[in-house]
């Protein structure tokens, strides 16, 4: 054995892996439609790569940092939190962390003990689990189904609960469903949580991005018993277009944010300065690009789920916010005599040159995730290749 078991365990995210594979592919020359990995297909804002070329022109972004951030930072986050969710921090209740990715991964390894239980709502996003029992936790699984409209409810949840559930993992927005809980779905969420003593992890990555009229709650806002109780997980790639600056914050109990920082420490010292510049222009420089960038993801949403919900075979929920559509497949795979989900996408790829993400990652088998970050043209070319396939196979059958 050369390789820890932890190592030997680890399932890969399948988001980065399917698209890698398919750039791998076009970098063949092949024309493939990648729809695979969540992140925006529009420059960062000029206001923020501007205040990052100073940064380093001013020899700010020569040297280490602190780890949990540049005050500046930090400062900009309280703010932030003040004025989107209405709540007050010290800023010593902030890590700064290289993407909220890590600031999950950090907060799971100081908050878990072999076999304490993180729940996780199904379907959820494909670093949850794997992050969990790369912390030697064991991720309780809590099926949110599609005629449930993707949500948990408190009875489910208690059904769930040992003496050994520690925390659950809320993502509202939510990635890959899209779906948002409301105010008094959280509420009887977070009090549940606080009457028996569970961390709420509220993931607000995607927060910013609702459609059509929709509204983020953050849970934490509900109550200051919630409040207490909720570690905050946001980040700036979504809503500011940054995702390769990996720049991403944790803010709540101040215990458990020393202990994250103590541990990213050791780990990374802090994530890289210059993009610590960035994300203090983002956070408080012009605001307008991101209601730009909003707008249209909502008219790709809008213009691309009826392409997607005529496909045969293919049953979709609309979502309220983030950027995926999370299409039910059964149906279609059965059309074209396929087994799983895997050869379905895999033939996608294959033959009609379109990548998304199988829903066995996010632990929902009969599901795909096709991410419309993307511009229009792609979008609408890749919904006739999808299309096109169904029609061609379940018509050879
Ligand atoms: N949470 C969710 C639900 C996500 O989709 C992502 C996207 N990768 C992240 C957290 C992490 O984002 P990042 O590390 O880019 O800040
Ligand atoms: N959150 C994005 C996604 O779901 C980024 C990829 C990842 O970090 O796994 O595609």
Redesign the pocket.
């Known amino acids: 054995m050369v390789l820890s078991k932890r190592a030997e365990k680890l399932e890969p995210s399948v ?1 980065l892996a399917a698209s890698a594979k398919a750039k791998a592919l076009k970098d063949q020359g092949i024309d493939i439609l990648s729809l695979t990995v ?2 925006p297909d529009f420059f960062t804002p000029e206001n923020i790569r501007a205040a990052a070329f100073t940064a380093i022109e001013a020899g700010k972004a020569s040297f280490y940092t602190p780890t949990a951030g540049i005050p500046e930072l930090r400062k900009a986050i309280t703010n932030y939190i003040k004025e989107f969710y209405g709540l007050s921090y010290d800023t010593n209740q902030v890590i700064v962390t ?7 991964y950090t907060l799971f390894q100081a908050l878990l003990d072999e076999a304490d239980e993180v729940i996780i709502p199904v379907p959820y ?1 494909v ?1 949850y689990a794997e992050q969990i029992r790369l912390a030697e936790g064991t991720p309780v699984f809590v099926e949110a189904t599609q005629e449930a409209d993707f949500k948990v409810t408190v009875s489910q949840l208690d059904a769930a609960r040992t003496s050994k559930t520690k925390a659950i993992i809320l ?1 509202s927005p ?2 890959p469903t899209g779906v948002i809980y409301t105010k008094d779905e959280l509420l009887a969420i977070g009090e549940w949580a606080v009457a028996n003593d569970i961390w709420i992890i509220s ?1 607000d ?2 927060g910013r991005l609702v459609y059509n009229g929709h509204e983020f709650t953050p849970i934490a806002a509900l109550s200051d018993a919630i409040r207490k109780q909720t570690i905050i ?1 946001n ?4 809503t500011y277009a940054m ?1 390769g600056w ?3 914050f944790a803010v709540g109990d101040q215990r458990i944010i020393g202990a994250m920082i103590d541990i990213a420490s050791q780990a990374t010292s802090n994530p890289p300065a210059v993009s610590q510049y960035a994300a203090v222009e983002a956070l408080t420089g012009n605001q307008d690009s991101i209601e730009v960038m909003r707008q249209a993801f909502e008219q790709r949403l809008n213009d691309l789920y009826p392409l997607i919900e005529a496909i045969p075979g293919f049953t979709l929920t609309k979502p309220q916010g ?1 950027f995926y559509l999370f299409p039910n497949v059964r149906e279609a795979i059965q059309l074209c005599g396929y087994q799983t989900i895997d050869e379905f996408v895999e033939g996608l790829l294959v033959e009609a040159h379109v990548a998304v993400v199988t829903g066995a990652g996010f632990g929902a088998p009969d599901y795909l995730r096709i991410s419309y970050a993307a511009d229009w043209h792609t979008l609408a070319e890749a919904a006739k290749r999808i299309h096109d396939f169904v029609e061609n196979k379940r018509q050879n059958i």
């Open positions: 988001t969540g992140e290289d993407g909220a990715k890590f600031a999950l996003w670093s993502n939510a990635n993931d990555i995607y997980i980040g700036v790639s979504k995702t990996r720049i991403g983030a």
